[in-house]
């Protein structure tokens, strides 16, 4: 029940953060370079699978130890650790094979993914232990 629990915080925070980020930097971050290659609908499979599975990674290599070590700190670095992966992976390949891929997208899209995979293990760690507290799980 912990790990539904903390899913459904963090698919909470992270989906609120992530529409903030996109509205305000699609324009201008990305579309000015990529405008051209960025189609004109989104292919909602693929985003869907991205933001369902990226949180079940993050609870489980994260938020799970954090609890078990009952540390904020471990959720929030460990979180953040995995954002940078996920989104370093994605962002220093479009760098490295992408004509318009830029370096400015790369840097704040490594800093995002960090801070916001890092907030939302954060978030999902506080959920459950409020939760836990109020005699929910």
Aim: glycine fraction near 12%.
């Amino acid at each position: 029940m912990t790990f539904i629990a903390g899913y459904f915080v963090f698919l909470l925070v992270f989906g609120v953060i992530d529409v903030i980020w996109l509205s305000v930097m699609a324009g201008r971050l990305y579309r000015p370079p990529l405008g051209e290659i960025l189609l004109e609908k989104i292919r909602w499979a693929p985003a869907l699978l991205f933001y369902f599975a990226f949180p079940a990674g993050l609870i489980h290599f994260a938020l799970m130890p954090a609890l078990q070590a009952g540390s904020a700190m471990a959720a929030f670095v460990n979180g953040g650790l995995l954002g940078l992966l996920a989104y370093g992976t994605y962002d220093l390949t479009n760098y490295a094979t992408l004509r318009p891929w830029t370096l400015k997208i790369t840097i704040a899209d490594l800093i995002y993914g960090t801070v916001v995979a890092g907030i939302s293990t954060l978030g999902a760690y506080a959920g459950v232990l409020t939760m836990r507290g109020w005699g929910w799980l």
